[in-house]
């Protein structure tokens, strides 16, 4: 996969510190990903980057809205999601992300790449079920939902309402009680 280059932070010209990086998150991002469950998405990104003499400490948080549709009635709605991960990235002799909060990066390395991390942080923060806010309170007014309804299963009490019981089943409950 190409790297994007707005997500590549050249940390070697840091000072030791604090660095703050802010990033706006669109559709776009998620199509070079090739990740199509979001209709659109307004999410930002807030990175501090602790530079230290041996290593980085890089804190992400991520809030705002993405446009997805509802699991139940395909509606579109926005989603609001947050979510925050710290990383450790230290300085060995090879490339390994063995560990999910810590990274190491060859010591001649002078720049590292985010997207991958702000992807997959975006991606965890989505409920595992979209259900629209109407849905949940009751004001959205949808055929489908409609039709849901219709074809549930009705309950005993319903179905008591409903239809009176088959003759044949009370011949049959009296064989128990004539022993």
Known sequence: MKLLKAFTIPFVGLKVGEHLFEYDIEQSFFEHFEYEDFNSSNIKVNLVLNKKATLLELNFKIYGTINVNCDL?????????????????????????????????????????IQQYIYELIVLAVPNKLIHPGVVDGTLDSEILKKLEELSPKTAEDKENQEEIDPRWNTLKKLLTDK
């Not at 230290?90 to 990066?105: A, M, P, Q, T, V």
């Open 73 to 113: 009635t395909n509606e579109p709605y926005n989603q609001e999601i947050e979510n925050n991960f710290d990383l450790v990235v230290n300085f060995g002799e090879e490339y390994n992300d063995e560990n999910i909060d810590i990274l190491i990066i060859p010591h001649g390395e002078y720049e590292i790449n």
